[in-house]
């Protein structure tokens, strides 16, 4: 149980292009989700946290107008890429919190992969 | 605030050596920890993880760690090692009584790059 699907996993676009990425909660509802960016051969840095019928939180130094999240429905989390740039390729990765399980507390999607050129 | 140092950027270990991937912690309040491991091109995957009781915990793949809170460490073990665990490993923290939205939130240490040799 509690399987997070990414889509897409990977992605190529030219610069100038925005680009969407989903990340689903497959047979659970997620009350909270969490966006993080990876840069190779480095930790994971969380963006966002994703709130469903809420407005994201962003951390410190994130965006908010570059990376839109929209979190519309309990299994359905979106970011959005606008106007990406070389320097926005990266791997993303999503993650969704099971409500109330406490020994687990995110169960994270395999990535995307955005290449900007 | 919390933090996690994993002391060793890379690990080489020959198949079959046992190996030790060294996480250390800081933080003011109690904590659970949790080992992922990251395999090329995929997302994180739970490995094992500490909430109470035991400071020995066992999870998958033959690992095992042990929670340390004099020394605030919770390092990663496995006594003989395959090819297939070649991956990069992830130490992390959570504030279980976070409120608010800083509940469920992990503080990732910088990650382990595990290469078993042949």
């Known amino acids: 149980g509690a399987v997070v699907s990414q889509h897409p996993s990977w992605v190529i676009c030219k610069s100038g292009t925005s680009v969407k990425i989903e990340c689903r909660s497959l047979?659970?509802?997620?009350?909270?989700m969490f966006w993080y960016r990876q840069f190779p051969k480095q930790s994971l840095m969380l963006m966002a946290t994703?709130?469903?019928?809420?407005?994201?939180?962003?951390e410190q130094g994130v965006e908010k107008d570059k990376f839109l999240i929209n979190h519309a429905s309990l299994t359905l989390s979106t970011l959005t890429v606008t106007s990406a740039h070389p320097e926005d390729s990266s791997f993303y990765i999503c993650?969704?919190?099971?409500?109330?399980?406490?020994?687990?507390?995110?169960?994270f999607g395999d990535g995307t992969r955005l290449s900007i050129l | 605030a919390q933090s996690v140092t994993q002391l060793d950027s890379q690990v080489p270990v020959f198949e079959e050596a046992p190996v030790e991937l060294r996480c250390n912690y800081s933080?003011?309040?109690?904590?659970?920890l949790f080992w992922y491991v990251q395999y090329p091109n995929q997302g994180l995957q739970l490995l094992l993880k500490?909430?109470?009781?035991?400071?020995l915990v066992k999870g998958i793949n033959g690992f095992e760690a042990e929670f340390n809170k004099s020394q605030t460490s919770f390092h990663l073990r496995k006594p003989s090692v395959h090819i297939s665990d070649t991956a990069e490993y992830f130490c992390?923290?959570?504030?279980?009584?976070?409120?608010?939205?800083?509940?469920?939130?992990?503080?990732f240490g910088q990650g382990t790059i595990l290469t078993v040799h042949p």
């Open positions: 993650s969704a919190r099971v409500p109330r399980e406490v020994n687990q507390p995110q169960h």
């Open positions: 047979d659970f509802q997620a009350t909270t």
């Open positions: 994703s709130n469903e019928g809420s407005k994201a939180t962003y």
């Open positions: 933080s003011s309040v109690s904590v659970y």
């Open positions: 500490y909430l109470s009781g035991s400071t």
């Open positions: 992390a923290v959570m504030t279980p009584n976070a409120g608010g939205t800083s509940y469920g939130k992990l503080t």
